[in-house]
């Protein structure tokens, strides 16, 4: 059974760089699919962050891609996203989820989710 | 950029009714097209990918349709447990996905 589990700073300053990492456990990043991340801001709905493949490919979200960085490390099976120059606009709930089928595809499954607020 | 718009926002229905959500595509995208379910406080699942095709384990009364830019999530018969909101979400290219629909226990 595949699990995802986010770990990272609940607190992050504004201007500063959120980083987050996603441990994967009972599947081998190696062994394929894309691995991505999406969030949700409190009462909103869900908004794509971006992805990557265990070979380090990665695809972004356009609207954020100035300010993401989404990497592997398969020795570790886990994979992380960094958000630079954070507003309180990136206050949200962090999910990192497998994505399915091809080079794009459906979440499933999802990490539990973190919540990271924005404020100094 | 293809937009999904989903209808309506929130509906209120009474237990054994049959509830549709639509989620609309600003262009054509094929049958590529998934459904999640989110309970209050709790991590979306999937319910419904490839337009129509039921996750494992997922109630039969479930069930989605659609292809091209119109798709439709259906409940057969309301139950209270299925108070959420569902969200819509395409992958024929990066992923997008919609602003979501509260189904709420009338």
């Known amino acids: 059974q595949v699990q995802l589990q986010e770990s990272g700073p609940g607190l992050v300053k504004p201007s500063e760089t959120l980083s987050l990492t996603c441990a994967v456990s009972g599947y081998s990043i190696s062994s394929g699919y894309y691995w991505g991340w999406i969030r949700q801001p409190p009462g909103k709905g869900l908004e794509w962050i971006g992805s990557?493949?265990?070979?380090?490919?990665?695809y972004y979200n356009p609207s954020l891609k100035s300010r993401v960085t989404i990497s592997v490390d398969t020795s570790k099976n886990q994979f992380s996203l960094k958000l630079s120059s954070v507003t309180a606009a990136d206050t949200a709930v962090y999910y990192c989820?497998?994505?399915?089928?091809?080079?794009?595809?459906?979440?499933?499954?999802w990490g539990q989710g973190t919540l990271v607020t924005v404020s100094s | 950029d293809i937009q999904m718009t989903q209808s309506p926002s929130s509906l209120s229905a009474s237990v054994g009714d049959r509830v549709t959500i639509t989620c609309r595509a600003s262009?054509?995208?094929?049958?590529?097209l998934a459904w999640y379910q989110q309970k209050p406080g709790k991590v979306p699942k999937l319910l419904i990918y490839?337009?129509?095709t039921l996750q494992s384990g997922v109630p039969s009364r479930f069930s989605g349709s659609g292809s091209g830019t119109d798709f439709t999530l259906t409940i057969s018969s309301l139950q209270p447990e299925d108070v959420a909101t569902y969200y819509c979400q395409k992958y024929n290219s990066a992923p997008l996905f919609g602003g979501g629909t509260k189904v709420e226990i009338k």
């Open positions: 262009q054509g995208i094929s049958n590529y």
């Open positions: 490839a337009a129509s």
């Open positions: 989820a497998r994505e399915n089928y091809g080079d794009y595809g459906w979440f499933d499954p």
């Open positions: 990557i493949y265990h070979s380090g490919s990665t």
